[in-house]
């Protein structure tokens, strides 16, 4: 799954989607600007003479199929129709159909277009604590439309559970593979793996814990503008514990003193909108030393973004003292 995003694939990427402009009515003279590199490629593609702008995301390939792309959007579709949570629209293309591909170093990328949504990332450095209290609601709202939800024939997304996590099939690779683990790192969070498989069997993925997330709503996915908070990159929802979305919500800041806070604030705003059982509130904990590891792996296996270039073993040695914090006290608000 790793690939290097370097500057000649990034021009080959780039002149790839400049074949494919016309599929969104953009000229092939419109300009492509490459905006993040994560699991994907996202770029932002726009016309001068109109001024039109579009999101371009181009997948890694053997990761998503078509099929779960396309079941991915018909969640957005549902979403949106529903008025649940502001969310980009996905694209049509002219030719038909909503996901695009061009043939690259012998493979097919696939191509997904979004409507351009205005707003800005919320900082870590400011007081999130309002922004979380919205996440809260935002999140619960998309729990219960999932819980209501008739999935569609043919809907198919991934499974985030243990196995696929942490287990004997990684989705983001393997967290031994850690950058910078050593021997007495790696025992604390083999440790701590096996207890996160015993705790989270015992907790079970009855159908009222378990279901339809987002995944990943961090504040990289999350916009704040016009007095609303949008959610935009459904590119890793899939069947998980509802809890994972608060772990998921604070990525790469779990350690930040403000954490208990924002807790507490999504909790309020969760409750603000749906019931939230004393059980669950009390298993975030959990699901957030479950993430820690995960992003642990994810960094390990696409050690040529740029958040893996900047966070390195500096985040494996941070995953350690919170693992270690979790097996002595069963939490991670230390």
């Known amino acids: ?17 400049q074949g494919l402009l016309h599929e969104w009515e953009i000229p092939e003279t419109g300009v492509v600007s490459l905006l993040n590199i994560s699991e994907n490629a996202t770029f932002v593609a726009h016309d001068p003479e109109s001024g039109k702008k579009i999101i371009l995301r181009v997948h890694r390939p053997a990761y998503h199929t078509r099929q779960e792309i396309e079941s991915e959007l018909i969640w957005i579709d549902s979403l949106r129709e529903q008025k649940i949570v502001r969310t980009a629209a996905p694209l049509e293309l002219t030719s038909g159909g909503r996901i695009a591909s061009f043939a690259h170093d012998g493979a097919e990328r696939l191509v997904v277009g979004f409507e351009f949504l205005p707003g800005d990332e919320p900082l870590m450095n400011n007081d999130l604590t309002a922004d979380f209290y919205t996440l809260g609601s935002v999140t619960a709202r998309l729990h219960e439309h999932v819980k209501s939800w008739a999935t569609p024939v043919g809907f198919k997304r991934k499974v985030w559970d243990f196995d696929s996590m942490l287990g004997q099939g990684p989705l983001w690779g393997d967290w031994r593979d850690a950058m910078g683990l050593d021997d007495k790192g790696q025992a604390v969070l083999e440790e701590t793996a096996d207890v996160l498989a015993r705790d989270l069997d015992a907790f079970g993925s009855q159908a009222d814990r378990f279901g339809l997330v987002h995944a990943d709503l961090r504040l990289a996915n999350l916009l704040v503008g016009q007095g609303e908070l949008s959610v935009i990159d459904f590119d890793d929802c899939g069947y998980s514990w509802f809890m994972y979305d608060f772990a998921a919500a604070i990525s790469f800041m779990e350690e930040d003193e403000q954490i208990p806070v924002l807790k507490d604030s999504w909790v309020k705003g969760y409750r603000s909108v749906a019931y939230l059982s004393p059980e669950e509130e009390q298993s975030i904990p959990m699901f957030i030393m479950l993430r820690r590891i995960l992003l642990t792996a994810w960094l390990a296996s696409h050690r040529e973004t740029e958040t893996a270039q900047q966070l390195g073993q500096t985040y494996t040695q941070g995953t350690v003292r919170l693992a270690q914090i979790y097996l002595n006290t069963s939490t991670i608000f230390s």
């Open 1 to 17: 799954m790793t690939q290097t995003y370097n500057e000649s694939f990034l021009e080959a990427i780039t002149h790839g989607l």
